[in-house]
T-cell receptor, first 114, second 112 residues
Framework: GAGVSQSPRYKVAKRGQDVALRCDPI?????LFWYQQALGQGPEFLTYFQNEAQLDKSGLPSDRFFAERPEGSVSTLKIQRTQQEDSAVYLC????????????FGPGTRLTVL | GENVEQHPSTLSVQEGDSAVIKCTYSDSASNYFPWYKQELGKRPQLIID?????GEKKDQRIAVTLNKTAKHFSLHITETQPEDSAVYFC???????????FGSGTKLNVKP
C-alpha cells in the first residue's frame, strides 16, 4: 500500500521567505510526527498530532514554526521568515491507532535557505 | 528529557563479518527501542525493534539486545553484505505514541 508521502521533496527559499511543507500519512494512521534532520545527524522531534489535536509541540525551535492537521489526515508544517539555520531535511512519520509504536517515515523535504 | 548516545559514528567491516552498534539511553522509563536504516537521500526504514519486556530479538541476520539495568541496547548484524551499507539510527521512546529520541547515527560501510 501507499506509504507516507511528502511534498515538495526539495525546496529552496531565500532568507525571509515563508515555506509550507506537506505530509500525507498512511491512510487511517491516527498519530503524526514531524522531525527535523540536520546533515549528518539523527532526526529531532518537532511536534506530534493525534488526529487533529496537536498534543506536543515542545520541539518547535521558535514561534516561526507552525504545524496543523485540521482534518486529522494531511498535515502542513509552516516556517515563517526562514533563516539559514532552518536548512535541514524535514521528516514526517505516522503511526497506527492500535498498540503499536512503529513510526513509518516519509521521504522528507530537503529545505535549503539561501 | 531522554538522551540517546550512539557509537561508533562510523564502522567499516569486510563482507561476511559481523557489525555491532551500541546505544545508551538516560531515561529508565523508556520502553520501546527501534532501529532504523537510512540510505543516502532515502527515508529511515525500520529494521527491528524491541520492547523493554524482552532482552533479545532476532530477525534473520539482525538481532537487538537490551540491558535495562545498564540502560543500553545494541544492534548486531551477522554475515554482512554490501547492501547493508547505510546509516543506522537507534531511538528510544516512552511508548504509547510518544516521540522518538534518536542517536546521532552510525555510518556502516561493508567492503566487498
Amino acid at each position: 500500500g501507499a506509504g507516507v508521502s511528502q511534498s515538495p521533496r526539495y525546496k529552496v527559499a531565500k532568507r525571509g521567505q515563508d515555506v509550507a511543507l506537506r505530509c500525507d500519512p498512511i491512510s487511517g494512521h491516527v498519530s503524526l510526527f514531524w522531525y527535523q534532520q540536520a546533515l549528518g545527524q539523527g532526526p529531532e522531534f518537532l511536534t506530534y498530532f493525534q488526529n487533529e489535536a496537536q498534543l506536543d509541540k515542545s520541539g518547535l525551535p521558535s514561534d516561526r514554526f507552525f504545524a496543523e492537521r485540521p482534518e486529522g489526515s494531511v498535515s502542513t508544517l509552516k516556517i515563517q521568515r526562514t533563516q539559514q539555520e532552518d536548512s535541514a531535511v524535514y521528516l514526517c512519520a505516522s503511526s497506527l491507532r492500535e498498540s503499536t509504536d512503529t513510526q513509518y517515515f516519509g521521504p522528507g523535504t530537503r529545505l535549503t535557505v539561501l | 528529557g531522554e538522551n540517546v548516545e550512539q557509537h561508533p559514528s562510523t564502522l567499516s567491516v569486510q563482507e561476511g563479518d559481523s557489525a555491532v552498534i551500541k546505544c545508551t539511553y538516560s531515561d529508565s522509563a523508556s520502553n520501546y527501542f527501534p532501529w532504523y536504516k537510512q540510505e543516502l537521500g532515502k527515508r529511515p526504514q525500520l529494521i527491528i525493534d524491541i520492547r523493554s519486556n524482552v532482552g533479545e530479538k532476532k530477525d534473520q541476520r539482525i538481532a537487538v539486545t537490551l540491558n535495562k539495568t545498564a540502560k543500553h541496547f545494541s544492534l548486531h548484524i551477522t554475515e554482512t553484505q554490501p547492501e547493508d551499507s547505510a546509516v543506522y539510527f537507534c531511538a528510544a521512546s516512552l511508548g504509547n505514541f510518544n516521540k522518538f529520541y534518536f542517536g546521532s547515527g552510525t555510518k556502516l560501510n561493508v567492503k566487498p
